[in-house]
């Protein structure tokens, strides 16, 4: 059931930092300097978890959101149509 999140990621990774530091083994984590973002499927829904974790909870929420859109548009291009 899970989706393969470096596969959605695809190149749109390097929107989130050039270049991109994955570790692939389960889903995708990208570390930046003191912050890190890390995208994975459920195991039981069809849905991409996002974590995001930062000295300030702003960072972190502005991490997964901007984590967030990449996936979205990733996704809608893969499956022709727009996710809200």
């Not at 978890?49 to 909870?57: C, G, K, T």
């Not at 984590?67 to 996704?75: E, G, N």
Request: hydrophobic share 35%; charged share 25%.
């Amino acid at each position: 059931m899970g989706i393969d999140v470096p596969a959605v990621a695809g190149e749109d990774q390097n929107e989130i930092q050039e270049p991109p530091p994955s570790i692939p083994e389960d889903g995708l984590k990208i570390e930046f300097d003191n912050d890190w973002v890390h995208l994975r499927s459920s195991n039981t829904e069809p849905i991409i978890r996002i974590y995001a974790e930062s000295s300030f909870e702003t960072t972190a929420n502005n991490i997964a959101l901007r984590a967030y859109a990449v996936i979205s548009r990733s996704l809608a291009r893969l499956k022709g149509s727009s996710i809200p």
